[in-house]
């Protein structure tokens, strides 16, 4: 049993007493706490935190007995409170994790359509290239052929013919856009 008692008169600075309870029980705390966390360092910091509370209450504790209960209840606590921010804070890196895969399979989807999109350009006319590729840089009809020297009419017929062939090239994989 414990060599330990502190007398009832027992003062907040009295660090001799205080000292040797801390010696005697710590192993003890740190293989309870262990049972919890599973981690001897991590044991060791909630009893060190556990004894500084005991240490600001021990002008109030009466006795060896009410000292190791009181340590017991806020180890165990302390372990508890540990082991549920434990599990947010692995539930937040499993949620980071999908983000991420989630973020990786959406670009890898929009690279592959960006692709097929380009391929199917570049088998269009080299003039209804040059449209496609202005229009989609931003261009208006009337832009598009002052840049290529080419009627407004003209620029529309080979934007609609270009965007027929588009179409059908793009039919088969077109659920894709909508990824």
Same mark, same amino acid.
């Given at each position: &049993?414990s060599?330990f008692?502190?007398?009832?008169?027992?003062?907040?600075?009295?660090?001799?007493?205080? /000292?040797?309870?801390?010696? +005697?029980?710590f192993p003890? &705390?740190?293989?309870?706490?262990?049972?919890?966390?599973? *981690?001897k360092? #991590?044991? +060791?910091?909630?009893?060190?935190?556990?004894?500084?509370?005991?240490?600001?209450?021990? *002008? $109030? #504790?009466?006795?060896g007995?009410d !000292?190791?209960?009181?340590?017991?209840? %806020?180890?165990?606590n302390?372990?508890l409170?540990h082991?549920?921010?434990?599990k947010?804070? @692995?539930?937040?890196? !499993?949620?980071?994790?999908q983000?991420?895969?989630?973020?990786? +399979?959406n670009? @890898?989807?929009?690279?592959?359509v960006?692709? &097929?999109?380009? %391929? !199917?350009?570049? /088998?269009?006319?080299?003039? *209804?290239?040059?449209i496609?590729?202005?229009?989609?840089?931003?261009? $208006?009809?009337n832009?598009?052929?002052?840049?290529?020297?080419?009627?407004?009419?003209?620029?529309?017929?080979?934007k609609?013919?270009?965007? /027929?062939?588009l179409?059908?090239k @793009? /039919?088969?994989?077109f659920? &894709?856009f909508? @990824?």
């Open positions: &049993m060599q008692h502190p007398p009832n008169s027992i003062l907040k600075d009295d660090k001799s007493e205080f /000292k040797l309870f801390f010696e +005697e029980v003890v &705390m740190v293989i309870f706490a262990s049972r919890f966390v599973k *981690s360092d #991590i044991a +060791e910091d909630i009893c060190q935190e556990a004894f500084v509370v005991v240490w600001e209450k021990w *002008s $109030g #504790i009466k006795n007995e !000292a190791r209960f009181y340590l017991y209840s %806020i180890v165990r302390k372990c409170n082991l549920k921010s434990q947010l804070r @692995l539930a937040h890196q !499993a949620t980071i994790q983000i991420n895969e989630d973020c990786f +399979e670009n @890898l989807l929009e690279h592959e960006f692709l &097929m999109f380009r %391929i !199917a350009i570049s /088998k269009l006319a080299p003039q *209804s290239q040059k496609i590729n202005l229009s989609l840089k931003g261009y $208006g009809n832009e598009i052929s002052k840049e290529l020297y080419i009627s407004v009419n003209t620029i529309k017929t080979l609609q013919r270009a965007y /027929k062939t179409n059908k @793009l /039919k088969e994989h659920y &894709m909508f @990824l």
